[in-house]
């Protein structure tokens, strides 16, 4: 089981980054996916989630106009377009699949590096 996360970089103030993540090893249609952030001495919270099929989706309350999560189960990847970047949004970026079906499964990117400065 692979979640690799792409597209983090540095970003002025007021621009944008996708990011990617791609899985591989599991049945990704049948996974909600999600995105996570986690600041340097701040705890990890949720920042985005969508359904298996995409129908559903939720926002943290700082993100929302902003971001936006999409997925294209054909090709097994989960999408993150930040617009309106802002330093706060400063903080590792990592993907989570997780399945509660027949038991709970959980799997985790390594997480990608997402910087907004001037």
């Known amino acids: 089981v692979q979640l690799v996360e792409s597209g983090g970089g540095l970003v002025q103030p007021g621009g944008s980054l996708r990011l990617s993540c791609a899985a591989s090893?599991?049945?990704?249609?049948?996974?909600?996916m999600s995105w996570y952030r986690q600041a340097p001495g701040k705890a990890r919270e949720l920042v985005a989630a969508?359904?298996?099929?995409?129908?559903?989706?939720k926002y943290v309350e700082s993100v929302k106009g902003r971001f936006t999560i999409s997925r294209d189960n054909a090709k097994n990847t989960v999408y993150l377009q930040m617009n309106s970047l802002k330093p706060e949004d400063t903080a590792v970026y990592y993907c989570?699949?997780?399945?509660?079906?027949?038991?709970?499964?959980?799997?985790w990117g390594q997480g990608t590096q997402v910087t907004v400065s001037s």
């Open positions: 989570k699949a997780a399945r509660a079906v027949g038991g709970y499964y959980e799997y």
């Open positions: 969508i359904s298996s099929a995409g129908g559903s989706t």
């Open positions: 090893g599991f049945t990704f249609s049948n996974y909600g």
